[in-house]
């Protein structure tokens, strides 16, 4: 399916994929459950395997120490682990969100399943939350995002984060771009780490404080048109005078420095950081191009390493 996405509800807004329902208004989190087609169960069978052999008659033998993850809605597979492992029930990963924050409020804006079921997300909106506010001029709003593997592939993680996330490529830029994250492997201890996570998680207010003053430091940051060209200049190279003269190259490099350029000048806060931000943010988001189809829009090449260009426009100006 698009983006990944096989199952998911979006508050308010539909996401650019067009996929999931999309509600009249953040959720409760049993009303997210169902709502997302989260309202599903994985648990742990044995594994067996045929075994037949000259000295041997054929037998069916069990694997040791491995176990597959097994979801009753459908039968699936959704991965194999080990002895250790202890499965997070999607019900209980909204439990514990909900015990972060002492709230049963509805609070969930996105929540949904990637790769048939092997991931999971949860995103709960903090906007209410005391002494989080707006950075002046830009909708910044605060999110805690859980994301949690069924195929033991990854812990659970919890994350503080400015980004809505509403697919797989969103969850990659919101995993990345954490400042403030815990990570709790799948033990039989997962269920009493609340606490551990709320002392870790404690310092919302203060992440997203740093947040803003990052921001606003940005926006007090004079660039001068030289810089930006500079930057411009340093993430995309124009190519060869003979590459140039091949017409698609040309047309994508001045397309792609044409669309920055707009991106730029329309910025509320230009010739400043921030501005400059923006302008290489937008277009990674929204106007990258992309191959596949047209409704999943730019951001669903998200791109795969590690370094991203909104990453890179930040070193370089130096914040």
């Given at each position: 399916?698009?983006?990944?996405?096989?199952?998911?509800?979006?508050?308010?807004?539909?996401?650019?994929?067009?996929?999931?329902?999309?509600?009249?208004?953040?959720?409760?989190?049993?009303?997210?459950?169902?709502?997302?087609?989260?309202?599903?169960?994985?648990?742990?069978?044995?594994?067996?395997?045929?075994n037949q052999s000259i000295l041997e008659d054929y037998s069916i033998k069990i694997v040791p120490d491995k176990y597959a993850v097994v979801r009753d809605s459908d039968n699936s597979c959704l991965g194999t682990v080990g002895s250790k492992y202890t499965p997070l029930q999607n019900?209980?990963?909204?439990?514990?969100?909900?015990?972060?924050?002492?709230?049963?409020?509805?609070?969930?804006?996105?929540?949904?399943?990637?790769?048939?079921?092997?991931?999971?997300?949860?995103?709960?909106?903090?906007?209410?939350?005391?002494?989080?506010?707006?950075?002046?001029?830009?909708?910044?709003?605060?999110?805690?995002?859980?994301?949690?593997?069924?195929?033991?592939?990854?812990?659970?993680?919890?994350?503080?984060?400015?980004?809505?996330?509403?697919?797989?490529?969103?969850?990659?830029?919101?995993?990345?771009?954490?400042?403030?994250?815990?990570?709790?492997?799948?033990?039989?201890?997962?269920?009493?780490?609340?606490?551990?996570?709320?002392?870790?998680?404690?310092?919302?207010?203060?992440?997203?404080?740093?947040?803003?003053?990052?921001?606003?430091?940005?926006?007090?940051?004079?660039?001068?048109?030289?810089?930006?060209?500079?930057?411009?200049?340093?993430?995309?190279?124009?190519?060869?005078?003979?590459?140039?003269?091949?017409?698609?190259?040309?047309?994508?490099?001045?397309?792609?420095?044409?669309?920055?350029?707009a991106n730029y000048v329309q910025e509320t806060h230009v010739d400043t950081a921030w501005g400059v931000f923006n302008a290489f943010n937008?277009?990674?988001?929204?106007?990258?191009?992309?191959?596949?189809?047209?409704?999943?829009?730019?951001?669903?090449?998200?791109?795969?390493?590690?370094?991203?260009?909104?990453?890179?426009?930040?070193?370089?100006?130096?914040?």
């Amino acid at each position: 399916m698009s983006a990944e996405v096989e199952t998911m509800f979006s508050a308010l807004e539909t996401p650019w994929h067009q996929l999931g329902t999309v509600t009249d208004g953040v959720l409760t989190a049993n009303d997210a459950l169902v709502t997302a087609g989260l309202d599903w169960k994985v648990e742990l069978k044995d594994m067996f395997y045929e075994n037949q052999s000259i000295l041997e008659d054929y037998s069916i033998k069990i694997v040791p120490d491995k176990y597959a993850v097994v979801r009753d809605s459908d039968n699936s597979c959704l991965g194999t682990v080990g002895s250790k492992y202890t499965p997070l029930q999607n019900r209980d990963a909204f439990t514990f969100m909900d015990n972060i924050v002492d709230s049963g409020e509805a609070k969930y804006e996105t929540a949904g399943s990637l790769f048939n079921g092997k991931n999971i997300w949860i995103l709960m909106n903090l906007e209410n939350v005391e002494g989080i506010s707006q950075v002046d001029g830009d909708d910044i709003k605060p999110y805690m995002l859980l994301s949690n593997s069924h195929d033991g592939s990854s812990a659970l993680k919890v994350t503080m984060t400015p980004i809505r996330v509403v697919c797989n490529n969103t969850l990659r830029m919101a995993l990345k771009g954490a400042n403030q994250q815990i990570s709790v492997r799948h033990t039989s201890g997962i269920a009493n780490q609340v606490d551990y996570a709320r002392q870790s998680l404690g310092l919302v207010v203060d992440y997203y404080s740093s947040f803003q003053e990052q921001v606003e430091r940005m926006i007090n940051q004079e660039v001068s048109d030289g810089k930006f060209y500079d930057i411009l200049e340093n993430l995309f190279p124009r190519p060869s005078d003979e590459e140039m003269k091949k017409p698609r190259v040309s047309a994508n490099y001045k397309n792609k420095i044409a669309t920055i350029q707009a991106n730029y000048v329309q910025e509320t806060h230009v010739d400043t950081a921030w501005g400059v931000f923006n302008a290489f943010n937008s277009y990674e988001l929204w106007d990258k191009k992309v191959r596949g189809n047209a409704l999943e829009r730019q951001a669903s090449n998200f791109i795969h390493d590690n370094q991203t260009i909104s990453n890179r426009v930040k070193s370089l100006l130096e914040v």
